[in-house]
């Protein structure tokens, strides 16, 4: 549920600035073709891609590229900018293309998660039934205190628009996660694991997706900057029946995305 990847001209560059801005490093050049390899040796059927509109004017270039590349093995989710003029409008027009939902990064796109300009696109995601992934928690290229993400904003989204179908990254706060055990679990939220199992003890880990719902996790990697198949292996050292197991790897994310 959770992997980014470029067009194959901008890649090279999208990769080394965003390298530079963190001390990690992408394991895969972030190209589609490279992301399909990937899957291949991971045994992974679908991705889900997840882009993110930087400035206010990418918003039509990356849904074009949205449309290239979705396929039965590619999903997308497109991006608007808080300032793209008409946000909630692009909004309708990616549920009229078929487009499951789309992808918000406070720190990247420069707001704050509960911030009441946002309440319109949040209004328009609801209305359309088009899911919103988000970024949630800390980020590692910025400031230990930026809290733009954090779950106590997550939770003022949720209570001003319940119906929203909010997908919460880094199972619901990277670095953040007594907060998530605090005021998260058990909310009418879905949590994706995406760099949080290699730094949870699997038993906590386990416990997180329990308390919360095993119906409402899905795996996630943040690929390229996480392998595909260090991530699953994580997972699997859970200590989580295969059911349950299975909901987390396909059932939750099939049923979610209408498959």
Request: glycine share 6%; net charge negative.
């Amino acid at each position: 549920m959770h992997a980014h990847a470029f067009p194959d001209s901008l890649a090279p560059r999208a990769i080394a600035a965003l390298e530079a801005e963190c001390p990690w490093k992408a394991v895969a050049d972030g190209t589609v073709g490279s992301l399909l390899k990937s899957m291949d040796a991971a045994d992974i059927d679908v991705s889900v891609l997840c882009t993110i509109a930087t400035k206010p004017d990418q918003v039509e270039g990356i849904v074009g590229w949205c449309r290239k590349v979705r396929s039965d093995r590619i999903d997308v989710l497109p991006s608007v900018h808080p300032k793209t003029p008409d946000a909630a409008g692009w909004i309708r027009r990616f549920a009229d293309e078929g487009f499951a939902g789309i992808k918000l990064h406070p720190m990247y796109q420069d707001f704050a998660l509960d911030d009441p300009s946002m309440d319109d696109v949040y209004a328009a995601a609801a209305q359309c039934r088009l899911l919103i992934t988000a970024h949630c928690g800390r980020d590692i290229a910025f400031p230990p205190d930026d809290d733009r993400a954090s779950p106590e904003r997550i939770v003022r989204v949720i209570d001003r628009h319940p119906d929203l179908t909010l997908v919460c990254t880094h199972l619901g706060g990277w670095r953040m996660w007594d907060e998530v055990e605090k005021l998260l679990l058990g909310r009418e939220v879905y949590l994706e694991t995406s760099f949080s199992l290699d730094e949870l003890d699997p038993a906590r880990a386990a416990e997180m997706i329990l308390t919360h719902g095993e119906d409402r996790v899905m795996f996630g990697t943040d690929w390229p900057w996480q392998r595909q198949e260090e991530s699953l292996a994580l997972l699997r050292k859970l200590p989580l029946t295969d059911a349950q197991r299975r909901k987390v790897l396909w059932s939750n994310a099939a049923n979610l995305l209408g498959y």
